[in-house]
């Protein structure tokens, strides 16, 4: 017996040390992909010494004798601290993911293979400035020298994650920046999207209903919505299955509808300053992922310093100040997209018709290589209206007449982009002129610009805007038939028709995606808008001074009053407050009437360590499934996000919007009272089930948690452990503070969708600006910089935002000297 016992402990210490063992040859060459924040780097392509100082943030401080020095520095940096996610942005614009990931990446492969994004990046290379190509290739040859100390100075393979997926890695090239601009504006549309969801659900409803469920923004301008079977003839019975979305994989650029991109930005002019100066704030909301999408740094240009948020990949500035100029960047919301169902001649698959008969396609076979399977080789076909998209995809199948194929006409498919020209172009513009005279060549994604310097203040809306016949069938809201001329684009309206907003008299201006303009078709920008909700709190909190400083712009950034929630509430619970006698403990009843009398007293601040966010989420939640589910059944799910809009219509019974309160399947007619009552009830019995019954203790930040996930390795058991970030948080949907939920899956409430840049610019003392980004400057699990911002983020703090160099260096904790090669 003791000898066994012996043998199992020898077994038990063995498998301890070989365990502790791998873990620490793990860790080593993991750690050997760390980069050395001192020291010297002799490469070639530098015209003279060039400084990269780190600050305690990792916030690299960029000195050269030539911009194009700077921009090669910019490129080494970025390499330094997000080489792999440099990478796997380069791969998703090309359609290669695959390679690495197998299978299950394959639909976001054929997606971006059919839209060509690469080759349009790569045919708009021929189009850049001088200036512009010069900064791409010396931003390129700065990314390959860190690749070639990668590859010679025994550097890790460059990322921990290339141990997992290594592969040989290509030069960078000026078109790999491009490309990467270019996914980033299809990460910012969701026109593909939503084209089909109004037309799946246009089969079914009356055009009405549609409008109720997928309303226009209220104002001037607004279209009646035609039927689309009159539009489209043979298009497919009505099916409400729910539809799979190979769209939405791992890596995809393509965001559900309801997490499509958002952002604030305002300014003050002088007259409402208290500094004497202008002030704006920024704070563009993407998809929270570990690292951030963000990157800070300062480039010391021969036009002056800049500093602000790039994207690794790109060498621009997408969001900062100079010493004179300060810009910030929202979604403009821009109908940018159309759809349209091809004939295909029965007769010729290779031709399409056309308005004059029938025309050929443009075409070419691609491969995909496809790790652990066999390659695929999908048939790649344009019309002149665009590409034809993945017959699979976007619910494509529900819509599509029998015989046709779908293309889509984009703007960021242009072959001739000189977006990334003129952000770099802005960078060195020294006032509100120049600068809006930059985004003349800005092309996609359509971006409203809010501009500062420190005499003025301007909106601009920058980026090429499609022009429609005033006859087209759909007024570009469904789908519609490729061959009809009335259809199709006419053009593109010049820049100088772009909205644009100079000095209002009010002293202050801003966005918060809301509707800019109420042009009337075919000079409108859309239909639907981003926000209807976090722009009334906006107003409020401008006009609640008479004059703002830094510090009010702060507040006004991390305001988490959600004006849904007051604007809903006295709607769904007008009927129940206080009506009824005081039921016994333990019932639901009670439970109903604790959970209104907290309702009751709450302002609508979605802050963390309270319960009312959480009961008004979890109600509002249920309320819209019950409004919809009976009438969409499985097609519900495509709708799992709560559109205030909706709520309010039904409500008020606006248009005979109050139908959807009645359950088609009971005999009884159900009132938006019961529905309300019903709702509520559900939305307890969930709480109870995941957060437990007494509702006094629960805390909205254990729902609203911010996911930061890891886009690779976030699902991999116990590396998930190290590589994703969870912090409790405030805000919600409709917050300016804004945390966007997915409100379906596992955790309907977690906080997925947010601001991950804040920036606030005072033009009266610029060095007091500041900013900070989600997560860390760093790529690498095990650095101290990779969620290291992500504290100061969550607690809604800010780091200085300096262009002074001697302060750089006075607080460096690194700095790397890159010295031209012999």
């Not at 017959?391 to 498919?413: D, K």
């Not at 005033?470 to 006419?490: F, K, V």
């Amino acid at each position: 017996m003791g000898t066994a016992f012996r043998w199992l402990f020898r077994i038990a210490v063995g498998l301890v040390v070989l365990s502790l063992g791998a873990v620490a040859l793990v860790y080593y060459f993991a750690s050997r992909s760390l980069p050395d924040y001192s020291g010297t780097f002799e490469v070639a392509g530098i015209s003279a010494p060039v400084e990269i100082v780190r600050d305690n943030a990792d916030v690299p401080h960029i000195f050269g004798a030539t911009d194009d020095d700077v921009y090669y520095a910019l490129g080494f940096a970025h390499a330094q601290d997000r080489f792999w996610q440099m990478l796997t942005l380069r791969r998703t614009a090309q359609g290669r993911l695959s390679e690495l990931f197998g299978a299950r990446t394959l639909s976001t492969d054929v997606l971006l293979r059919r839209l060509d994004i690469y080759g349009a990046a790569t045919a708009s290379v021929a189009v850049q400035d001088e200036y512009a190509l010069s900064a791409l290739e010396a931003y390129a040859a700065g990314v390959n020298a860190w690749i070639t100390e990668v590859n010679a100075g025994a550097r890790g393979r460059g990322a921990p994650e290339m141990w997992l997926f290594n592969h040989a890695i290509a030069p960078w090239q000026p078109a790999d920046s491009l490309a990467i601009a270019k996914i980033m504006a299809l990460q910012l549309t969701t026109n593909f999207q939503d084209e089909v969801l109004r037309a799946r659900l246009s089969l079914a409803l009356p055009s009405e209903r549609v409008e109720d469920l997928m309303p226009a923004t209220p104002g001037a301008g607004l279209a009646a919505l035609p039927e689309y079977a009159a539009l489209v003839p043979n298009a497919p019975a009505t099916s409400f299955a729910e539809a799979d979305h190979p769209e939405y994989g791992p890596l995809s650029p393509i965001n559900p509808p309801s997490l499509g991109g958002a952002s604030n930005a305002w300014a003050a002019s002088v007259s409402r300053s208290a500094t004497g100066s202008t002030l704006l704030a920024n704070d563009p909301h993407l998809g929270l992922t570990a690292p951030s999408i963000w990157y800070l740094a300062q480039l010391e240009l021969q036009s002056g310093g800049v500093i602000g948020a790039t994207v690794p990949g790109m060498p621009n500035i997408l969001t900062g100040r100079s010493a004179d100029l300060g810009w910030g960047i929202t979604t403009t919301y821009v109908d940018d997209v159309d759809l349209y169902q091809e004939e295909v001649n029965p007769a010729n698959a290779d031709q399409y018709r056309g308005p004059d008969g029938w025309e050929e396609f443009v075409q070419r076979e691609t491969i995909i290589n496809v790790a652990g399977a066999a390659p695929v080789t999908i048939n790649l076909q344009w019309s002149a209206n665009g590409p034809v998209l993945p017959p699979e995809q976007f619910g494509l199948p529900y819509i599509r007449p029998p015989g046709h194929v779908t293309t889509a006409n984009w703007t960021g498919l242009s072959r001739e982009d000189t977006s990334v020209a003129a952000g770099l172009d802005l960078m060195r513009a020294h006032s509100v002129e120049e600068g809006q005279r930059a985004l003349s060549r800005f092309v996609a994604p359509p971006t409203t610009v809010t501009l500062a310097d420190r005499n003025n203040i301007a909106l601009q809306v920058a980026g090429v805007l499609p022009r429609r016949d005033a006859d087209h069938q759909s007024r570009g809201r469904l789908p519609t038939l490729g061959y009809i001329e009335e259809n199709r684009w006419q053009g593109t309206f010049p820049y100088g028709e772009n909205p644009s907003f100079n000095d209002p008299a009010g002293g202050i201006l801003g966005n918060t995606n809301n509707k800019i303009t109420d042009r009337p078709f075919p000079e409108h920008l859309a239909f639907h808008w981003g926000d209807t909700q976090r722009v009334q709190r906006w107003e409020f909190l401008m006009q609640e001074r008479e004059v703002h400083t830094r510090d009010s712009f702060i507040e006004a950034q991390l305001d988490t009053i959600s004006q849904a929630a007051r604007n809903l509430l006295p709607l769904i619970g007008a009927d129940l407050w206080f009506t009824g006698e005081a039921a016994p403990d333990g019932t639901p009843e009670r439970q109903r009437q604790e959970a209104l009398a907290l309702l009751a007293e709450w302002n609508g601040e979605m802050n963390e360590h309270l319960p009312e966010p959480l009961i008004y989420a979890a109600w509002l939640r249920a309320l819209q499934n019950r409004l919809i589910e009976d009438e969409l059944g499985p097609f519900a799910a495509e709708f799992p996000h709560v559109e205030p809009l909706f709520i309010e219509r039904v409500f008020r019974d606006i248009g005979g919007a109050a139908v959807w309160c009645d359950v088609q399947q009971s005999a009884p007619v159900e009132s938006c009272t019961d529905l309300s009552r019903m709702a509520l009830d559900d939305a307890l019995v969930w709480i109870g089930e995941h957060y437990g019954q007494d509702l006094q203790s629960l805390r909205w930040g254990d729902a609203h948690v911010a996911r930061h996930d890891h886009q690779v390795m976030g699902n991999v058991p116990i590396l998930s452990w190290f590589v994703n970030i969870r912090q409790s948080t405030s805000g919600g949907d409709f917050t300016l503070n804004r945390g966007l939920t997915p409100g379906t899956g596992e955790h309907p409430f977690a906080n997925v969708h947010a601001a991950a840049y804040r920036g606030v610019y005072d033009f009266a003392d610029p060095d007091s600006s500041v900013f900070v980004i989600s997560t860390g400057q760093s790529g690498h699990p095990l650095s101290r910089h990779y969620d290291d911002l992500g504290d100061l983020w969550r607690r809604g703090e800010y780091i200085p935002m300096s262009l002074d160099a001697g302060l750089a260096r006075a607080a460096a904790t690194g700095i790397i000297r890159l010295e031209p090669a012999d």
